[in-house]
């Protein structure tokens, strides 16, 4: 077995990286002050543009300063090892896998009535004003539309998927 990582998985784990740096609001250079140096922001940068891999522990060390589990920076890539819903993976024996595009079921969202519902819910009205008053039973939500709601709720990208099938709102 090669100990070689494709580029396309390195580009990944850079893109996570990245993703999870502009979540917080924070430069390169504020990663690199926050961390008292530890993250320089030139092997930041490397590491997020996939020029660079970044090891096992650097990746630890990494999630521990973004307060994420490990497994929230690394891509998803498809079936993986069990896992249950109380770690984050979704059903027994499933690993989470995003799906594009996102389908919101527009009749199970209107019928929520938790705290996250209703702000999804306002999120989604206005998704649907700005795209001239669109009806139907679903609705395709953009990467950057699940940022936003991310950001309302504070959770990265894939964790407000992942809460999005726990709610039942993922057609």
């Known amino acids: 077995m090669s100990d070689e990582v494709p580029d396309s998985y390195t580009r990944a784990v ?8 502009r979540q917080r609001g924070l430069s390169l250079l504020a990663v690199e002050e926050a961390s008292r140096r530890e ?23 990494l999630a521990e300063f973004y307060r ?10 498809g079936p993986g090892p069990a896992a249950t819903s109380s770690n984050g993976h979704g059903p027994a024996g ?24 209703q702000v999804i819910r306002r999120y989604v009205n206005s998704i649907q004003n700005q795209r001239s008053g669109m009806q139907g ?25 992942m809460r999005l099938v726990e709610l039942g709102l993922r057609s």
Request: without cysteine.
């Open 14 to 21: 850079g893109e996570r990286l990245r993703s999870l740096r």
């Open 39 to 61: 993250f320089k922001a030139s092997v930041l940068g490397a590491y997020e543009r996939g020029e660079r891999v970044i090891s096992v522990l650097r990746l630890q060390r």
């Open 68 to 77: 994420v589990p490990v497994d929230q920076v690394l891509p998803r890539t």
């Open 94 to 117: 499933e690993r989470f896998v995003p799906q594009r595009p996102l389908m919101l079921d527009l009749a199970r969202l209107h019928a929520t009535e938790s705290i996250e519902g």
């Open 137 to 161: 039973s679903v609705m395709a939500i953009r990467a950057d539309d699940l940022q936003v709601i991310g950001r309302f709720l504070e959770r990265d990208e894939t964790a407000m998927e």
